[in-house]
C-alpha cells in the first residue's frame, strides 16, 4: 500500500489527531491529502517528531528501521521481546500496542498488522538506528570497484556478479567470515557491537588480503567486517552487527518509565506553601512595576537591563539576583514592561500593567504563571557567560560567543531558547506523573532522558534545572511539589480558581505605633499598599511588614499632591489604632515646613515670602556650592539646575518645592510615567496541540481540495477547423445564455501578439469587459478579455 492512499484512507477523526500532534504539517494548510502525505515525508517534519517520542516508541521505530522491508506484527513482537530488559515482563503487550497504535498516529508507521512499515522518509533520518552502523552496501559505496572485487574473490571465491553485490551478499550471513578472525579480531568486533559501530585506525584506506592480513584490525578490514569511512575511520556493517548482537535490535529495552525517587510531601501543605509563594511573586511584580514607575532604569546601548540596575533591583525587592531577573523576565514576557522614555530609552510599565493590577490576586498569578509556562526567554541564564557549546538539538548554549565573553544581561535578546518552553512543560509533567512526591534533580532527568532521548545535551539539562527552581518561585510548586492549581496549570484548568481559596486574605488597616512604624499583619490591599509604600518606608518583611515614617517619606507624599490633613485622615481610616501624637507631629511639622521655599528655573532660582529664610539659606557654609545670588529680598538665583537645587537644600534640611514657570506648584506624580506601547510579547504554543476546532477545519479544507485534486480534468484538445467568428453583440448573447445555461461554448480568441487560438471554456460570470471560465483546453479557470473573443459556437 502507498503511503498517500493509506493518508487518504484515514477517518476525519485519525487525520484530526494526525494535525493536532503535528501542527507543522498544516503550517500553511496543504492544497490536498497527496501534499499531507509529501508534507510528512520531509525531513523536518520527520526529525521533529521523532523528537518527541519516549525511548520504548523509538526503539520500535528504530526496530523497524534496521528491517530491509516491512514485516508483521508477529515478527515486530518477537524483536521487541527478544530487547526487553531483565526485570521486564517478557510479554511486550500493551507497551508494544500503545507504542503502535501512536505511531500510526502520527503517521510514522502505516500498512496492515502483517506488512507494517516505516513512513517514507524515515529511514533516512535516523542516523544509526539503535546504535547499529550502515548496510553494507553502504558502507562501502565509497570504496573502488577493483579493490571490492579483491574483497569479494576472498570471502565469497566463485560467485558472480558484481563485487559490490557478492560482497553485501557475503555479509548478510556473516557467521563463517566471524568465525574466521582470531580472538583478538573478534574482540574488536565485540566492542562496536552495540554502538557507537564507528571506531579510529590508522591508514583506514589501506588495501588489503585475506592471505596477506597481519593484525587483527587487518583481518577484518580485509574481510569487509570493517569498513573505512575515511582515511582514520572505520564503522561496522549493520548485517555485522547484528549477527553479533544474536538478532537483537536492542539490550536491556525499558518498557516502561524509569520510576520518580524524591521525598513524599503532604499535598495540602505543598498546595498551602505553592499559594504563600504564588502570592509573594505576585506582590514582587507589582512592587517591581511600582518602583520603576518613579525610578526607571536606563536600555543599555546593547538592549537589555544593566548589572547595578539588576543589582538595585534585587536589594529593593529585597530578593536574590537570580529571583529578581525571574520577576524583571516575567513581568516583560507578560507585557508589564517595556522599554520606552526618552532618547536612551527607559524600562517603564506598559498600559497594561494598569489593567493588570486591578485584577484579582489570583488572576493576576495565573497571567504571570502561563507567561513563565510558555515564553521562550530563560531567566537563568542572566549573570552567565556565554559558552560556545552546543545543547540540545544543537542550539548554542550562548549566542554572544564574543571575545570579551561578557555576562548575559536581563531583558537582553540573547536570552531566548527556542526549546525553553518545551522543557519548563516537559518538566511539569513529569512532576504531576508522581502527585505528592518532590523528586529529586537526578531522577527528573532520568525520566526526561527517557520520554524523549532525542533530545539529551547540556543546555537541556540546564534547563531543566532552571525549571525545577523557577516552579517553586513562581508558586507552582510548594516544597518540591507540584501543587493543585499547578496541575491545572499544566493540564489547560481553571487553575486561578483552585489558587484563590488558598490565598490569603488581604487586610485594609494597619498598626500604627507610637515609635512611628506602622506594622501590617498580613498582606494589604493593593490601594492600601501603594499608599503605604508612597508615605512610609519598609523596615522588615516576614510574617508582617513593619513601615517607618520619616521626614523625608512623609515628603514623598506632599510632593506627590496630597495636604497634612489628607495624610491624617487615610491613616487613621486605615489604623486599627488611634494615630500617634508623634506621628501627627511629624505630618503637622513637615507639612508646615514644605513649600515655603520654592525653586523655579533661571538655570533655577529660589524664592521665599520670608527673607529671613533666605538669608539663613545664603549665610550657610553648605550653599556655597551652589553658587547662589541674591536678586530681590525673597529671590535668590543659582546656576545649578531645579533637580540639583531641590535635592540640595532638602540635604541641608529644607523643604522646598518646585514650581514651573507659571509660578505653579509641580506635583510628582509617582505612578503615572509609563511606555506608549506593549512589551513585544513572545510566547511558545502549549504542547497539548491544536485547538480541536482548528483541527476540524483544517481536516475539512484538505478533504475538499483532494476531492478536487482527484476530479480534475486533463486539458483536452480544441475541435478542427476555422476558429469561431461573429459580431461582438451576438457573442456577449451567446455567453450570457452559456452562463444561464451552464453549458460549453467553442471561442476563438486573440492573444496578447494578435494570434487567433481556439478555446473551449464553462463560462461562469461576466463583469467589468472580462470573462471568468474554465478553460478545459489549458485544465485551469482564466479571466479573457471580451474585446479579444472573435466569436461564439456551442457545442
Not at 508623634?582 to 529660589?606: P, Q, W
Not at 482527484?710 to 445564455?737: F, K
Request: glycine content about 10%; proline content about 7%; aromatic content about 4%.
Amino acid at each position: 500500500m502507498e503511503f498517500t492512499e493509506w493518508i487518504r484512507g484515514r477517518t476525519d477523526g485519525q487525520l484530526r489527531a494526525l494535525v493536532s500532534a503535528r501542527p507543522e504539517l498544516i503550517t500553511p494548510v496543504p492544497a490536498h491529502l497527496e501534499g499531507l502525505a509529501s508534507r510528512a515525508a520531509s525531513p523536518s517534519a520527520i526529525g521533529r517528531v521523532l523528537d518527541r517520542l519516549d525511548r520504548f516508541t523509538l526503539a520500535v521505530v528504530e526496530t523497524l528501521a534496521v528491517q530491509p522491508g516491512p514485516i508483521s506484527g508477529e515478527r515486530l513482537r518477537d524483536l521487541i521481546r527478544a530487547a526487553l530488559a531483565d526485570d521486564q515482563e517478557k510479554d511486550p503487550e500493551p507497551a508494544l500496542s500503545e507504542a503502535l497504535a501512536k505511531l500510526c498516529e502520527l503517521a510514522l508507521v502505516y500498512g496492515p498488522d502483517d506488512a507494517l512499515d516505516l513512513g517514507p522518509g524515515v529511514r533516512k533520518v535516523l542516523e544509526d538506528p539503535a546504535g547499529l552502523g550502515p548496510r553494507a552496501v553502504d558502507a562501502f559505496r565509497h570504496h573502488a570497484p577493483e579493490h571490492l572485487e579483491e574483497m569479494a574473490d576472498d570471502v565469497a571465491p566463485g560467485g558472480e556478479g558484481p563485487g559490490k553485490e557478492r560482497l553485501a551478499a557475503a555479509l548478510a550471513k556473516p557467521a563463517e567470515l566471524v568465525g574466521a578472525v582470531s580472538a583478538e579480531a573478534r574482540g574488536a568486533l565485540d566492542q562496536l557491537a552495540w554502538g557507537p559501530p564507528t571506531g579510529r585506525v590508522p591508514n583506514a584506506r589501506r588495501e588489503v588480503r585475506v592471505a596477506s592480513a597481519r593484525s587483527p584490525i587487518e583481518e577484518l578490514l580485509a574481510r569487509g567486517l570493517l569498513a573505512a569511512t575515511g582515511e582514520d575511520s572505520v564503522t561496522l556493517p549493520r548485517e555485522v552487527g547484528l549477527y553479533l548482537r544474536g538478532g537483537r535490535v536492542h539490550r536491556g529495552l525499558p518498557a516502561t518509565p524509569p520510576p520518580l525517587e524524591g521525598t513524599a510531601r503532604d499535598p495540602g501543605l505543598a498546595d498551602r506553601t505553592a499559594a504563600g509563594q504564588a502570592f509573594t511573586f505576585v506582590r514582587a511584580v507589582e512592587e517591581l512595576c511600582e518602583r520603576w514607575s518613579v525610578e526607571p532604569p536606563g536600555v543599555l546601548r546593547t538592549g537589555g537591563l544593566g548589572v547595578r540596575d539588576l543589582k538595585r533591583t534585587a536589594g529593593e525587592l529585597d530578593l536574590p539576583e537570580w529571583v529578581s531577573a525571574l520577576v524583571v523576565e516575567v513581568a516583560y514576557a507578560a507585557g508589564l514592561i517595556a522599554a520606552g522614555g526618552g532618547v536612551d530609552g527607559e524600562w517603564l510599565p506598559t498600559p497594561g500593567y494598569d489593567l493588570w493590577r486591578v485584577r484579582s490576586a489570583a488572576d493576576r498569578w495565573l497571567a504571570l504563571a502561563s507567561t513563565w509556562l510558555r515564553m521562550d526567554r530563560v531567566p537563568g541564564l542572566v549573570g552567565e557567560r556565554s559558552r560556545g557549546d552546543k545543547g540540545a538539538n544543537g542550539e548554542a548554549g550562548g549566542r554572544r560567543g564574543d571575545e570579551r565573553d561578557r555576562p548575559f544581561n536581563a531583558l537582553h535578546t540573547d536570552l531566548r531558547r527556542s526549546s525553553a518552553a518545551a522543557v519548563r512543560q516537559a518538566t511539569l509533567r513529569v512532576l504531576a506523573s508522581a502527585p505528592g512526591l518532590a523528586p529529586e534533580r537526578d531522577s527528573v532527568l532520568e525520566r526526561l532522558a527517557w520520554e524523549q532521548p532525542r533530545r539529551r545535551g547540556p543546555l537541556r539539562e540546564q534547563l531543566t534545572e532552571f525549571a525545577l527552581r523557577e516552579a517553586e518561585q513562581v508558586g507552582v510548586t510548594g516544597l518540591g511539589a507540584l501543587s493543585g492549581h499547578g496541575r491545572a496549570l499544566v493540564d489547560g484548568d481553571d487553575a486561578a480558581a483552585m489558587l484563590a481559596p488558598l490565598l490569603p486574605e488581604p487586610v485594609d488597616h494597619v498598626l500604627l505605633q507610637a515609635d512611628l512604624t506602622a506594622v501590617a499583619p498580613g498582606p494589604l490591599t493593593s490601594e492600601l499598599n501603594r499608599w503605604m509604600a508612597l508615605t512610609a518606608d519598609v523596615e522588615s518583611k516576614g510574617g508582617a511588614t513593619v513601615y517607618r515614617f520619616s521626614e523625608g517619606s512623609v515628603r514623598r507624599a506632599l510632593d506627590a499632591g496630597h495636604g497634612a490633613e489628607e495624610l491624617l485622615s487615610v491613616l487613621g481610616r486605615h489604623s486599627a489604632t488611634p494615630v500617634p501624637q508623634a506621628l501627627s507631629y511629624l505630618v503637622t511639622d513637615v507639612a508646615r515646613r514644605h513649600g515655603r521655599i520654592r525653586v523655579g528655573t533661571a538655570s533655577a532660582y529660589i524664592r521665599c515670602d520670608d527673607p529671613a529664610l533666605l538669608d539663613q539659606i545664603t549665610a550657610d557654609r553648605r550653599s556655597a556650592a551652589l553658587r547662589l545670588r541674591r536678586l530681590a529680598p525673597t529671590v535668590i538665583a543659582s546656576r545649578s539646575s531645579r533637580a540639583a537645587l531641590v535635592d540640595s537644600l532638602r540635604a541641608m534640611g529644607y523643604a522646598p518645592v518646585a514650581e514651573s514657570i507659571e509660578g505653579d506648584v509641580i506635583i510628582s506624580q509617582f505612578d503615572s510615567r509609563r511606555t506608549e506601547g506593549t512589551a513585544p510579547v513572545r510566547t511558545v504554543a502549549s504542547a497539548n496541540g491544536l485547538d480541536p476546532e482548528v483541527a476540524a477545519a483544517a481536516v475539512r479544507a484538505l478533504r475538499a481540495g483532494d476531492a478536487a485534486h482527484l476530479a480534475r480534468r486533463e486539458p483536452v484538445d480544441a475541435p478542427n477547423g476555422q476558429v469561431p467568428r461573429g459580431p461582438a453583440t451576438t457573442t456577449i448573447s451567446a455567453l450570457q445564455e452559456a452562463i444561464k445555461q451552464g453549458v460549453r461554448v467553442w471561442i476563438g480568441y486573440l492573444d496578447s501578439q494578435g494570434n487567433a487560438t481556439s478555446r473551449i471554456l464553462e463560462p461562469a460570470r461576466m463583469e467589468g469587459g472580462y470573462l471568468t471560465a474554465y478553460d478545459e483546453t489549458r485544465a485551469a479557470v482564466h479571466r479573457f478579455a471580451l474585446h479579444r473573443i472573435t466569436g461564439v459556437t456551442g457545442l
